[in-house]
T-cell receptor
Framework: DAGVIQSPRHEVTEMGQEVTLRCKPI?????LFWYRQTMMRGLELLIY????????DSGMPEDRFSAKMPNASFSTLKIQPSEPRDSAVYFC???????????FGDGTRLSIL | AQKITQTQPGMFVQEKEAVTLDCTYD???????LFWYKQPSSGEMIFLIY??????QNATEGRYSLNFQKARKSANLVISASQLGDSAMYFC???????????????FGTGTQLKVEL
């Protein structure tokens, strides 16, 4: 079975530009999560969805960040405008049910210059 | 207080030896789950093993086992017969309140970097 697919794998862009990260969860999974990993803060949950509905976005840093899940097989995380402090690895994960392991994509390494 | 504490920033083990990676947690929720993930230098996060708070037996998955001591609030990962490919960062994580519908969030520890030597 295909795992969680994220794109792009790497993104380098200039400050102020819009960045869109994409995620395709594992088919049949009803939960989708966005995480950010940095050296300073470790792994942080940004937002998660259940059946395409955002459940908890308390980890989203500020209004520059937004996430959508228009259907069960696709989600985006958008940063507009981007800032150098947004540089991090962004992971998408999915799971089936509320007590099953989350399976992670390979991550997007984002660098904002 | 930290919800997940991993006190060993780095560990070394010789190939074929067993190694224990420590994890303690803090929660007042009676229902929770504990997870271990492996992150190799290539960056992906790989699920290894899961233990539910109501599970009577310690979880095992191949060479991985979880030493779950509920009263001590510890969930240590034991890797038997270490291999060079086990060299990676290992993260302990907790999910609270799944029975009560408290959410499906994972809180991660800071990780332990394991190096397996010849």
């Amino acid at each position: 079975d295909a795992g969680v697919i994220q794109s792009p794998r790497h993104e380098v862009t200039e400050m102020g530009q819009e960045v869109t990260l994409r995620c395709k969860p594992i088919s049949g999974h009803d939960y989708l999560f966005w995480y950010r990993q940095t050296m300073m803060r470790g792994l942080e949950l940004l937002i998660y969805f259940n059946n395409n509905v955002p459940i908890d976005d308390s980890g989203m840093p500020e209004d520059r960040f937004s996430a959508k899940m228009p259907n069960a097989s696709f989600s985006t995380l958008k940063i507009q405008p981007s800032e150098p402090r947004d540089s991090a690895v962004y992971f998408c994960a999915s799971s089936w049910g509320s007590n099953q392991p989350q399976h992670f994509g390979d991550g997007t390494r984002l660098s904002i210059l | 207080a930290q919800k997940i504490t991993q006190t060993q920033p780095g560990m070394f083990v010789q190939e074929k030896e067993a190694v224990t990676l420590d994890c303690t947690y803090d929660t007042s929720d009676p229902s929770y789950g504990l997870f271990w993930y492996k992150q190799p230098s290539s960056g992906e996060m790989i699920f290894l093993i899961y233990q539910g708070s109501y599970d009577q037996q310690n979880a095992t998955e191949g060479r991985y086992s979880l030493n779950f001591q509920k009263a001590r609030k510890s969930a240590n990962l034991v890797i038997s017969a270490s291999q060079l490919g086990d060299s990676a960062m290992y993260f302990c994580a907790m999910r609270e309140g799944w029975l009560t519908g408290g959410g499906n969030k994972l809180t991660f520890g800071t990780g332990t970097q394991l190096k397996v030597e010849l």
